[in-house]
C-alpha cells in the first residue's frame, strides 16, 4: 500500500480519528492506538490553554500520534484565524483541521467563511485541510487557495449516515490535486472501505468508534477496512455492467454431449 503524504509528511495509515465522545479518556487512548492512525484531530475547544498538563493531551502523548487541532464551535472566518493562531501557540503545531459551522443543528460547513479563512490561514503559514461540504467548485477553489488537502463530508458529523455524497465525492478525488479525506457520518467500516475503494486518499472517523459497544474492537474494524479499501483501489477494481458474463467460458462442455 502506497503511503500518503500530505505537506510532506508522510503517513502509513489511511484512517485520521477524532477525540470525541469516547466514554472516558483511557477509552479514547486505547482506541485511537487500536485503529492505527497518525493524525488525531482535537477540538481546540476542549484544551485547557492554561494547564500543561491537560489530562486529554496526556493521552495523545504518543510519538506516532501527530495532533490536527480543529476549529469546531467558530462560526465565521475572523474567529477561526483566531482559534487557529491559538492553536498553534498551545499545542504548537501549524496544521490546522478548519472548521466553520455556523449552525449547531446540523453542523454543515459554511463555504464562504471557510474559504475566506483557508485564504488568510495559508498567507499566515497554516498547513490548511478545510472540512467542507462534498463541492467539487469549492474543493477546486480551496486547492488553488493553498491548502494543503480538502475534507469533504460523506454526511452529517455524528449522523453515521455513510456516504450520502457519494456522486460529488467521486467527482472532487477525479479533479483533485491535493489529498482527499472523506470526513464526517462515516458510520461503519463499510463506508470507510467504500470511500477508500472510490479512491479517497484518507478518511478521518470520530463517532462511530467512539460510540460503538466495544470502540477498541470497532477501531481495529476500521483500521483492517481502510486497508481492505485502500489495497483494493489500488490493485484495479473491475468494471460493472448490467448483463451477465459467465465466470466459466460456456462452449467446449455442451459440444460433447
Ligand atoms: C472530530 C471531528 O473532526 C468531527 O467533526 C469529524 O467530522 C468526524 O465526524 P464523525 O463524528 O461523523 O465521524
Known amino acids: 500500500m502506497t503511503p500518503l503524504i500530505i505537506s510532506g509528511h508522510t503517513f502509513s495509515s489511511r484512517l485520521f480519528t477524532g477525540t470525541g465522545k469516547f466514554s472516558s479518556l483511557q477509552l479514547m487512548e486505547d482506541a ?17 490553554m492554561h494547564n500543561q498538563a491537560d489530562d486529554m493531551l496526556q493521552h495523545l502523548r504518543h510519538p506516532q500520534l501527530q495532533l490536527l487541532p480543529n476549529t469546531s ?7 477561526a484565524v483566531y482559534a487557529a493562531q491559538l492553536a498553534r ?3 504548537e503545531t501549524n496544521w490546522v483541521k478548519l472548521e466553520i459551522h455556523p449552525d449547531p443543528r446540523y453542523l454543515l460547513p459554511d463555504p464562504i467563511e471557510t474559504l ?3 485564504e488568510e490561514l495559508v498567507k499566515l503559514g497554516f ?3 478545510p472540512y467542507v461540504h462534498a463541492d467539487p467548485v469549492l474543493c477546486k477553489r480551496l486547492e488553488e487557495a493553498g491548502t494543503a488537502a480538502v475534507m469533504p463530508l460523506g454526511s452529517p458529523i455524528g449522523s453515521n449516515k455513510g456516504l450520502k455524497t457519494a456522486d460529488f465525492l467521486e467527482i472532487i478525488i477525479e479533479q483533485s490535486n491535493i489529498p482527499v479525506v472523506v470526513d464526517a457520518g462515516i458510520g ?12 479517497a486518499d484518507a478518511v478521518l472517523v470520530n463517532t462511530a468508534i467512539a460510540v460503538a459497544q466495544d470502540p477498541v474492537a470497532m477501531a481495529q474494524a476500521f483500521r483492517q477496512a481502510v486497508i481492505a479499501g485502500r489495497m483494493a483501489y489500488e490493485a484495479g477494481l473491475p468494471p460493472t455492467g448490467q448483463q451477465a458474463v459467465a465466470s466459466s467460458p460456456l462452449i467446449g462442455f455442451l459440444d460433447e454431449v
Open 116 to 118: 475566506k479563512a483557508a
Open 89 to 91: 501557540e498551545a499545542l
Open 188 to 199: 461503519s467500516p463499510s463506508d470507510a472501505a467504500k470511500a477508500m475503494e472510490m479512491g
Open 73 to 79: 464551535g467558530v462560526r465565521t472566518a475572523r474567529e
Open 127 to 129: 498547513i490548511v485541510l
Open 32 to 48: 485511537l492506538l487500536a485503529s492505527g492512525s497518525e493524525l488525531v484531530t482535537v477540538a481546540l475547544k476542549r484544551v485547557d
